[in-house]
C-alpha cells in the first residue's frame, strides 16, 4: 500500500519541476507516490515528463483548463496514498520533511501536520533566504485563529487523505487563498500541529508579475467569497478576532499591490497596516 501521495501542480515551469520532483524522490521515508499534474504547459513539460516512471503524469490540456485548485483536485482523483502531501512546483522539500511530520502525526493521530519554511527571495541577482517557524499559539484547536490569519502553505501540509471525504476537495472557484480556505474547513474537523522546522524552501520571485503571489487581479472577489462562504463561523468571532482578520487582509493587500506596482493602493493599504497592524502588535500588544 502507498504510504503517502504527493501531488505537484505544474504550468510552464519545466526546469523548477524537476528539482521539485527530485526532493519528493529524495524522501528518507521511501513509499512516496508523485503525481504530477501538467496543467496545459506549452514548454516542453509533457514531451518531458508524460513517460517519465518516477511519476504519474496527468495532463490539463488548454481547453479544460480550470486554474490550480481544478489542477489540484486531479491529482487528489488519482492519489492512492494514505496521507496526501502538495508541493508547488517552484517548491522543495527537505528529504526528512515526511519522516518528521510523519512522526509527529503518530503523536496527534487524526490531525493535520504542518511545518515551517524558508523563502528564498530572489530580486534580480539578490537572493535573501528568510525562516519562518510558526508561533506556539498556532498549534492545536485552530477552528477559530485560523480564520484570522494565514498559519501555512500548501507545500507545508501533511495529513490523512480521509479527511477531505469529510470536508470536500479544493475549493475550484478560488485563485488566491486556496489553502487559507481549505485550512478552515479542515480546522473544524481536526487539530493542527506543527513541526517546529524550516522544513521547505519557498521560491519567492518578486520581479515575475505572473506569479499568482504578486497579482492583484480578482483577489477582492476571491476573499468577500470565502468571508460568504465561511458567513456563520466569521459572525461568532470576537471584535479582537475580527480586527486580527481585517489585519492580515491589510497585510497581504499591502504586499500585493507594491509588487504589482499599484502606488496609491500601496499607500492606501500601508495605512491600514499601521492602525491595523503595527500600531496594535508594537504599542498595544493586543495580539
Known amino acids: 500500500m502507498i504510504r503517502f501521495s504527493a501531488v505537484i501542480t505544474t504550468k510552464n515551469r519545466r526546469e523548477l519541476l524537476e528539482k521539485a520532483i527530485c526532493s519528493v524522490h529524495s524522501q528518507t521515508t521511501g513509499n512516496v507516490e508523485c503525481i504530477v499534474v501538467d496543467d496545459a504547459s506549452s514548454d516542453g513539460t509533457q514531451e518531458r515528463y508524460e513517460n517519465d516512471p518516477r511519476i504519474v503524469y496527468v495532463r490539463i490540456d488548454a481547453k479544460d483548463s480550470r486554474g490550480g485548485n481544478y489542477a489540484r483536485n486531479q491529482g487528489l482523483a488519482r492519489a492512492t496514498g494514505e496521507f496526501v502531501t502538495f508541493l508547488d512546483d517552484d517548491d522543495e522539500w527537505n528529504p526528512d520533511k515526511l519522516e518528521k511530520q510523519l512522526a509527529l502525526y503518530e503523536k496527534h493521530p487524526g490531525s493535520v501536520i504542518y511545518c515551517g519554511r524558508t523563502f528564498k527571495k530572489v530580486l534580480g541577482d539578490n537572493v535573501k533566504l528568510h525562516t519562518v517557524i510558526p508561533p506556539a499559539k498556532h498549534s492545536g484547536n485552530l477552528s477559530r485563529l485560523i480564520l484570522t490569519?494565514?498559519?501555512?502553505?500548501?507545500?507545508?501540509?501533511?495529513?490523512?487523505?480521509?479527511?477531505?471525504?469529510?470536508?470536500?476537495n479544493y475549493d475550484e472557484r478560488l485563485t488566491f487563498w486556496q489553502e487559507y480556505e481549505l485550512c478552515i474547513r479542515l480546522a473544524q474537523v481536526a487539530e493542527f500541529y506543527f513541526v517546529p522546522e524550516a522544513l521547505v524552501t519557498c521560491l519567492d520571485e518578486v520581479n515575475i508579475k505572473a506569479r499568482v503571489s504578486n497579482r492583484v487581479l480578482n483577489w477582492k472577489e476571491n476573499t468577500s467569497y470565502i468571508r460568504n462562504k465561511h458567513k456563520a463561523l466569521y459572525d461568532s468571532l470576537s471584535f479582537k478576532e475580527n480586527w486580527a482578520y481585517h489585519a492580515t487582509l491589510a497585510k497581504d493587500a499591502f504586499r500585493r499591490y507594491r509588487r504589482a506596482g499599484k502606488k496609491w493602493k500601496t499607500l492606501y493599504f500601508g495605512f491600514l497596516r499601521l492602525i491595523l497592524e503595527y500600531i496594535p502588535t508594537r504599542i498595544l500588544h493586543l495580539f
Open 149 to 168: 490569519t494565514y498559519v501555512t502553505s500548501t507545500s507545508c501540509l501533511f495529513f490523512p487523505r480521509k479527511l477531505l471525504e469529510q470536508i470536500g
